[in-house]
């Protein structure tokens, strides 16, 4: 266990859920994620020399030599999260960091679309700033975390999941402008609904590379556009009523998502209105309507994410269900009335296991602050 007195500090770096706006933070558009309860732990502990020691609980342990080249190791080696975000605070602190031992445990289910990965960058580059008084704003250690991702981990993904990690605020949503970083902290007053992750377990291997292909897609999208209109920056500010215009110009596909981009852009700002005004009913048929979306025009659900999406659509007392994160397996996130909770879940998770022989993981979550230390010795 991550204990006391051993270390010099201990950091909690939570995961995060994702209500509207997927796919559409690397696009310049709006999302509304917050911090959740689930979380990582990680004890920090300074030491002389050069070489740090790492060790994770439920991923064993490497080390690496501070005075040496990073660069990150093949085959996708949970080490090069950690490495990135070493390389990251070495360029803009070169020399400030010295030795030190870090110790991981983790309750956040890897792989399931609640961002475990930022919750790692997001505690180490924390930590490191902490521990060395790096005096690191919290802009630069999110974009060291997100840039580790890009040129270590090889996903090149938005900004989303480690400005949440790092931002959230206990019961607060956070509607986030992804081009200018301004955001907007709103009340999670959802009573009497809970919010739910329905885990399905599975992790299609098309996520990484699809990920990235998809934003080529954008792009491309964008590329187009803006031999028209280049006025228009970002893909997410381009209205509908425009991009039905280049119907004929963009590939069948990229014209599919650029169109899933602008209709998801408008659905999270209406939603956040929804929100803000307590019209939670509303607020779910978006959350439906954004799956729908992602499954037919973005294409990346999976048959497992649309079967639980499905399912829930049989029940009011769900009044919205999506799949969440970069798809392709992972979780649903549901908002479900308190008193049906436990009928559904258990209800769901039968009908899954005889469809797919498959278990589920339920995962009932809180809203909660961002990245914090629990304790300095
Ligand atoms: C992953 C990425 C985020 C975001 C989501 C999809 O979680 O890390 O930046 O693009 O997928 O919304």
């Keep these: ?4 007195k051993t270390f010099d500090l201990i950091v909690r770096s939570p995961g995060r859920i994702n209500l509207i706006g997927e796919h559409i933070d690397y696009n310049g558009g709006h999302v509304l994620p917050a911090a959740i309860k689930q979380n990582i732990i990680i004890g920090f502990k ?12 439920a991923k064993g342990s490497f080390k690496f030599n501070l005075d040496k080249p990073l660069k990150p190791k093949s085959n996708n080696d949970w080490s090069n999260y950690i490495l990135g975000v070493i390389h990251g605070i070495l360029k803009l602190r070169p020399k400030q960091l010295n030795a030190f031992d870090c110790k991981i445990e983790s309750n956040l289910p890897i792989g399931s679309g609640i961002s475990s990965s930022a919750a790692l960058e997001c505690g180490i580059v924390f930590g490191l700033n902490k521990l060395f008084a790096l005096n690191l704003s919290n802009i630069e250690q999110i974009k060291i975390a997100q840039k580790a991702e890009h040129d270590f981990v090889g996903t090149k ?7 949440a990690v790092m931002m959230g605020e206990e019961k607060k949503f956070i509607l986030l402008n992804c081009e200018t970083l301004e955001y907007k902290l709103i009340d999670a007053e959802i009573n009497p609904f809970k919010i739910i992750l329905i885990n399905t377990n599975v992790e299609h291997n098309l996520a990484a590379s699809q990920y990235n292909f998809r934003r080529k897609e954008c792009e491309e999208a964008m590329r187009v556009i803006r031999l028209k209109h280049p006025d228009f ?6 209205p509908i009523e425009v991009i039905k215009t280049f119907e004929n110009e963009l590939d069948g596909l990229v014209f599919k998502r650029a169109t899933y981009v602008a209709e998801e852009e408008k659905r999270t700002k209406d939603a956040s209105k929804f929100m803000q005004n307590g019209e939670l009913i509303k ?9 729908e979306g992602l499954s037919t025009k973005y294409d990346v659900s999976c048959p497992e994410l649309d079967f639980l999406v499905n399912y829930s659509k049989k029940y009011d007392s769900v009044i919205g269900a999506r799949m969440m994160g970069g798809g392709f397996g992972g979780c649903t996130i549901n908002l479900i009335h308190e008193d049906f909770v436990n009928y559904f879940t258990n209800s769901i998770t039968k009908a899954y296991k005889n469809h797919f022989d498959l278990e589920l993981s339920i995962l009932k979550t809180e809203i909660s602050k961002g990245v914090s230390l629990i304790k300095s010795f």
């Design 46 to 57: 300074k030491r002389k020399g050069t070489i740090c020691y790492i060790s994770s609980k």
């Design 233 to 238: 920056y970002n893909l997410a500010e381009v």
């Design 157 to 163: 993904c938005g900004i989303m999941d480690q400005f």
């Design 283 to 291: 607020f779910g048929e978006l959350m439906y309507a954004s799956h």
């Design 1 to 4: 266990m991550v204990v006391g």
